[in-house]
């Protein structure tokens, strides 16, 4: 398991599961502290990557001449 998808597991433990920090720490071999840290760096990773889609589904292709 690469380090992305232990982040993402993590993460889902945490958001979909409603697991405690300290429930998911025992279960990975982590601090509470560091679980913390992972589940708001993929919630930041996640606001990135939304508001790169956004802006390319709103822009408009006519106007976007290199020139």
Known sequence: MDKKDR??????????????LTAIGKRMGLSRERVRQIVQHVEDNLKDYKNVQNLRASGNRKNNNAS
């Open 7 to 20: 982040n993402f597991q993590i993460y889902e433990m945490r958001k979909k599961y409603y697991m405690t």
